[in-house]
């Protein structure tokens, strides 16, 4: 079975700090990653994958993330954050015997000016 | 390329009635699946559905139920509604379904149960 862990229901970090949240997953076998944005009254929307291509996976508006199958962990990340950013985000795993995602509980990141 | 759409936006509901939602994909997109959303709960998966045919399901009671057109379209249900099932219910839609598909999500249908 597959399941994936958000650390921190709640992110709060300034303007142009770093963005820091965390993703640990479990499964059996090889995963696929996702991290996905929601914005209030919207639905989510892809921010990057992880597909067992390279594990440094960059993806839109400036976000980054890390597959690392040691640690089974799959940070997200971005360098500045914009008060742009604030939302709630969600990992999520599948794997190629299922075709099923699972999502974390998600976290919510707060930019204060 | 026009997005997913799911009608109705809002719904408000008694204990016990039943309730339909739709879900129209994204041209070409012959998965669907469906989501509830709770702030306790997060995103839980209900059902995919795939070429008419529901390829995968949730831990959700015989209650939740859907379907899906020849033209990909879908519809869940939900009979004899509980307090309980109130929730933003969101689809997602993909290509080919394959699990490293990206799945596009539509704006969600909040249901409340009074």
């Known amino acids: 079975a597959q399941s994936v862990t958000q650390l921190g229901s709640h992110v709060s970090v300034s303007e142009g700090a770093l963005v820091l949240l965390r993703c640990n997953y479990s499964?059996?076998?090889?995963?696929?990653l996702f991290w996905y944005v929601q914005y209030p009254n919207q639905g989510l929307q892809l921010l990057l994958k992880y597909t067992s291509a390279a594990t440094l996976v960059k993806g839109i508006n400036g976000f980054e993330a890390e597959f690392k199958k040691s640690e089974t962990s799959f940070h997200l990340t971005k360098p500045s954050a914009h008060m742009s950013d604030a939302a709630e985000y969600f990992c999520a795993v599948s794997t190629n015997t299922g075709n099923q995602f699972y999502f974390g509980t998600g976290t919510s990141l707060t930019v204060i000016p | 390329k026009a997005g997913v759409t799911q009608t109705p936006r809002y719904l408000i509901k008694t204990r016990g009635q039943q309730v339909t939602l739709s879900c129209s994909p994204i041209?070409?997109?012959?998965?669907v699946s469906w989501y509830q959303q709770t702030p306790g709960q997060g995103l839980q998966f209900l059902f995919e559905y795939f070429s008419e045919t529901q390829r995968n399901k949730g831990n959700f009671p015989g209650r939740f139920s859907g379907r899906q057109f020849s033209n990909s379209r879908s519809e869940m249900n939900v009979s004899t509604l509980e307090l309980g099932d109130s929730a933003l219910y969101l689809c997602?839609?993909?290509?080919?379904?394959?699990?490293?598909?990206?799945?596009?999500f539509g704006p969600g249908t909040r249901l409340t149960v009074l």
């Open positions: 499964s059996s076998v090889p995963p696929y």
């Open positions: 997602a839609t993909s290509s080919g379904g394959q699990s490293t598909d990206t799945q596009y």
């Open positions: 041209s070409g997109h012959r998965s």
